[in-house]
C-alpha cells in the first residue's frame, strides 16, 4: 500500500529542515567564535611566556635569509611562537619544503603594520562575525576613524607580509603561500598543484595553533 504524504506533512517536514540547517550554522558560528577566543587566550600566554630558545632561533636562521629573519624577529613575541608551532606542526607532518617551512614562520608578519592587543584582535574576530568589514562603518564616526585604518590595515595583512617577504628576497613560491593564507580553498582535487597543496597544509597547521 503506498503512503503520500499530506501538503501539511511536508510543509512540516521542510521547515524543520530549515530549522536543523539554521541550527547547524548557528553553533559553527560559535564553534568558529569560541575557537577564536581560545586561541587570543593562548596567544596572551606566549606573550607572557618566557624568551624564543636557542632551537627556535636555529630553526629561523636556517629557514630564513638575513632580511627575512629580521622581519621575524620584529613580530610581537605571540606571534613568534606561534609561527613557530606552525612550523613545528609541518615539520612533526613530514613536511620539509623550503618555501613552505619559511611560509610558515612569516605569514603572519604583515601584522606589525597594525599592532593590536590581543583582546582587540578578538574584537575584531567578534566583530568580522557580524560584519565582513567592520572598518567600513566604523570610519564613518570621527571617534573610530583611526582604529578603523588600523583593522583594516591588520586586515590586509596577507598582503602586506606578501610584499615585505618579497622585498626581503624570499623565494617567490613563500610570497604566495604568504599572500594566500587565508584564502578559502574547496576541496582537494584530484591533481592538485604544488602551490595548493602547501597552501593548504599551511592552513591545516595554522588553525591547529
Known amino acids: 500500500m503506498s503512503?503520500?504524504?499530506?501538503?501539511?506533512?511536508?510543509?512540516g517536514k521542510r521547515s524543520q529542515r530549515a530549522t536543523d540547517g539554521a541550527m547547524d550554522g548557528g553553533q559553527q558560528g560559535f564553534r568558529r567564535t569560541t575557537a577564536a577566543l581560545l586561541y587570543r587566550v593562548r596567544q596572551f600566554?606566549?606573550?607572557l611566556a618566557p624568551r624564543i630558545g636557542a632551537e627556535d632561533r636555529d630553526l629561523v636562521a636556517r629557514l630564513l635569509p638575513p632580511a627575512a629573519q629580521a622581519l621575524f624577529w620584529r613580530m610581537p613575541r605571540g606571534d613568534q611562537r606561534h609561527?613557530?608551532?606552525?612550523?613545528?606542526?609541518?615539520?612533526?607532518?613530514?613536511e620539509d619544503h623550503p618555501a613552505l617551512l619559511a611560509a610558515a614562520l612569516l605569514h603572519d608578519v604583515g601584522k606589525t603594520a597594525a599592532p593590536l592587543t590581543p583582546w582587540e584582535r578578538a574584537l575584531l574576530r567578534l566583530g568580522q562575525a557580524l560584519c565582513p568589514h567592520p572598518w567600513r562603518a566604523m570610519a564613518r564616526l570621527p571617534l573610530?576613524?583611526?582604529?578603523?585604518?588600523?583593522?583594516?590595515?591588520?586586515?590586509?595583512?596577507?598582503?602586506?607580509?606578501?610584499?615585505?617577504a618579497a622585498a626581503a628576497g624570499c623565494d617567490?613560491?613563500?610570497?604566495?603561500?604568504?599572500?594566500?593564507?587565508?584564502?578559502?580553498?574547496?576541496?582537494?582535487?584530484?591533481?592538485?598543484?604544488?602551490?595548493?597543496?602547501?597552501?593548504?597544509?599551511?592552513?591545516e597547521a595554522d588553525g591547529r595553533n
Open 83 to 94: 609561527s613557530l608551532a606552525v612550523l613545528r606542526t609541518l615539520l612533526a607532518w613530514g
Open 45 to 47: 600566554g606566549w606573550a
Open 3 to 11: 503512503i503520500i504524504s499530506s501538503p501539511k506533512v511536508e510543509n
Open 172 to 203: 617567490p613560491l613563500t610570497v604566495v603561500l604568504i599572500r594566500r593564507h587565508q584564502e578559502p580553498l574547496g576541496p582537494p582535487g584530484p591533481e592538485e598543484g604544488l602551490e595548493a597543496r602547501l597552501l593548504r597544509r599551511l592552513q
Open 144 to 164: 573610530l576613524r583611526r582604529w578603523a585604518d588600523r583593522l583594516r590595515r591588520y586586515a590586509d595583512h596577507p598582503e602586506i607580509g606578501a610584499a615585505w
